[in-house]
């Protein structure tokens, strides 16, 4: 979580500052500053709240400076207050420091601080790190010098991004286990935690490695390891990204990704099941040419039949895109797949050996828990492969076995379209393995393939009925509490379901496997509570309807997505949202519509922020 940014060169720092900070604002939005260092002497600017609020500080004091860095946070330690907002100072107010991760020491750390004297002034662990820097400068003066004595002290995964008036020409970049990027323009050097904030203004890119420091001039960067060893590496020449952040004429950005769905769904489809054919192919080339050549599904034929068991790791909606992914991959493959949420795995341990494959799904390649998940399947020798948006992510670099979502930015908090695609690929994926297995025949493989590229045509019949989703939407938003059912493929959705409206409109919202509800939850039902579930034609059908009989005798109010025609499901239910009718299997990508909108409406008519929920961010990058 938490956004760095740096700049120097010839320029005002405080407006580029801005503008990257605004590419990262997705990772937190607590508040946000910046610290430059103008004639020599450092000058912190920050505000609570969005980025807007800096945005307006900063056109009111028009700092001159050409070097400075940058924050947006989202809080772990201490709350969102000016005294907690980065960048953090030390006491003569001379160096600053912006952070990413938490230094999990910080508590000892600061103790001894606070013995040696020193006053903090926020609850954060960064603090600690801005005293400590201090500390070991004011005994030789030398910066870099400091920084090593400095990480030495800390553990922790982190990155830094600091300045000091002892050396005003300079940025320097402390990456451990974390991300950091640095940029190299004309005379002039950019630093963020994320690629794509320095993509805007350079195509020559520098990622700093596992524990590296980067000493950044604006002609230059120096690199050197925790033991001070100096290194050189070439920048690589990447692509400049004409990053932007449009609605295009829609209200909220969240309304625009879902919309985006069918040429999501087009898009992935035609990268990876292109071809007269129609084979399912991966190895493709990257539309990122820093990251050529890890793209894909690299294992063999006789690799992949040699899989006894799959493993899925994930958090939040990709965790649920992974609930998916094992009822298919079960289904189509006969495999055996587990899906954990990525924070269980910590501390438990992982099981898994070479016959094992392990699949990591995460929208930004950067979730702390997922990655700490992957580093446990390599070590049992584990065959990993990742599914992601971000191919210039951590996971990308991890896993030996890379697909890329085809979705463009997601900038909305609330993950809509990337669900979308990770669905996608895992229905590839599925048929991809079994394929190659022999557990499934050439027709079903091929009923399966025209069943996917149907799709995209069915999400925009869907997207077309908005209005009449709208009204019915809305007969929901004075619920304080709502419950969402399914079975089989779409007990996922429920989960997805019930994520996506409390994510929103902070209403409270469950959801169950259909058939769980009689073991407790029907418990909560009344004639207050909405029960929406998901009932499409199918194996589960029968079961799912009775499940929702006996909620309606319990007076809920009773919701369904069911399919266009069904002539039972009025005999139960009291507000519906038709969609048309595809394959049980394929069915997920289709029955979650709806209920992104109606989260969506729901939210918007309850006046909340819709793009940026609160307490939230979009990658989260601490445990
Ligand atoms: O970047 P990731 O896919 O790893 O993020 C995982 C979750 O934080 C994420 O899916 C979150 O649940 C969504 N923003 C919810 O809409």
């Known amino acids: 979580m ?8 010839s320029n005002h720092a405080a407006p580029v500052l801005l503008s990257k900070l605004r590419v990262l604002e997705y990772r937190g939005y607590d508040s946000a500053g910046v610290a ?6 450092l ?11 800096l945005e307006t500080l900063l056109q009111k004091e028009r700092p001159s400076a050409t070097v400075g860095i940058g924050h947006t946070r989202w809080a772990t330690h201490g709350s969102p207050t000016d005294e907690n907002a980065h960048p953090h100072i030390n006491a003569s107010g001379t160096l600053a420091i912006v952070h990413n991760g938490i230094i999990e020491n910080y508590s000892e750390l600061k103790a001894d601080l606070i013995a040696k004297g020193y006053v903090f002034r926020s609850d954060t662990d960064t603090e600690v790190a801005a005293h400590l820097l201090s500390h070991e400068v004011e005994k ?55 690629s794509a904030a320095v993509r805007q203004y350079t195509n020559k890119i520098l990622r700093l490695a596992q524990s590296e420091i980067a000493e950044i001039r604006a002609d230059g960067v120096r690199l050197f390891s925790f033991d001070g060893a100096e290194s050189s590496r070439e920048p690589v020449a990447v692509e400049a990204s004409a990053y932007k952040i449009d609605k295009e004429g829609y209200k909220h950005f969240l309304l625009k990704e879902i919309n985006e769905q069918p040429l999501v769904l087009r898009q992935t489809l035609s990268k990876y099941l292109s071809g007269a054919d129609k084979q399912v192919n991966f190895n493709v080339d990257s539309f990122s040419p820093d990251i050529e050549g890890m793209y894909g599904v690299k294992m063999t034929d006789e690799e992949i039949r040699s899989i006894d068991r799959v493993q899925i790791v994930a958090c939040g909606t990709a965790y649920h895109a992974g609930m998916v992914g094992k009822y298919v991959i079960e289904e189509l493959c006969g495999i055996p797949v587990e899906v954990d949420i990525a924070s269980e795995v910590r501390g438990r341990k992982l099981l898994g050996n070479e016959r094992t494959l392990s699949i990591a799904v995460s929208q930004s390649g950067e979730t702390a828990d997922t990655l700490a998940a992957v580093k446990d399947a390599i070590s049992n020798g584990s065959f990993t492969l ?37 669905l996608i690929c895992f229905y590839l994926l599925a048929i991809y393995l079994a394929e190659k297995r022999g557990s499934i025949t050439p027709e079903r493989a091929r009923q399966l393939k025209v069943g996917l590229n149907q799709l995209p045509g069915v999400v925009e019949q869907i997207l077309g009925r908005e209005e009449e989703y709208r009204r019915e939407s809305l007969k929901l938003a004075d ?22 409206l409390k994510e929103l409109s902070y209403i409270h919202a469950s959801g169950y496997a259909a058939g769980e509800l009689k073991h407790g939850p029907i418990a909560v039902l009344d004639s207050s509570v909405p029960v ?6 199918g194996k589960v059908y029968e079961k799912t309807l009775s499940n929702a009989q006996e909620s309606r005798a319990r007076n809920a109010r009773m919701v369904a997505i069911c399919v266009d025609g069904d002539e039972t499901a009025p005999k139960t239910f009291d507000y519906f949202f038709r969609i048309p009718a595809v394959e049980e299997l394929l069915s997920p990508i289709v029955t979650v519509v709806p209920m992104q909108l109606m989260s969506y409406f729901v939210a918007d008519y309850l006046g909340k922020d819709v793009d940026q929920p609160r307490n939230l961010a979009k990658s989260v990058t601490v445990e």
């Not at 709502?482 to 996506?500: D, M, S």
């Open 43 to 53: 000058n912190v600017l920050k505000a609570v709240g969005k980025l807007s609020n």
């Open 140 to 194: 030789d003066g030398d910066v870099l010098a400091a920084i090593l004595r400095t990480v030495s002290q800390m553990s922790g995964a982190y990155a830094l991004g600091i300045v000091s008036q002892n050396s005003p020409d300079r940025i320097y970049a402390v990456n451990h286990h974390y991300s950091l990027t640095v940029g190299l323009g004309e005379n002039e050097s950019f630093l963020a935690s994320d």
């Open 532 to 537: 929406i579930t998901v009932l499409v034609p």
């Open 479 to 500: 619920a304080q509490d709502v419950v969402f059912i399914g079975r089989g493929f779409n007990y996922p959705t429920a989960l997805e379901g019930a994520l996506k």
């Open 2 to 9: 938490c956004g760095i940014v740096g700049y120097l060169g």
């Open 36 to 41: 430059v260092i103008e004639s020599g002497r």
């Open 386 to 422: 990742g599914i992601t948006n971000r191919p210039d992510s951590h996971l990308a670099q991890l896993t030996q076995n890379l697909i890329v979502t085809e979705c463009g930015i997601e900038v909305s908090v609330a993950a809509t379209k990337t669900y979308a695609a990770q």
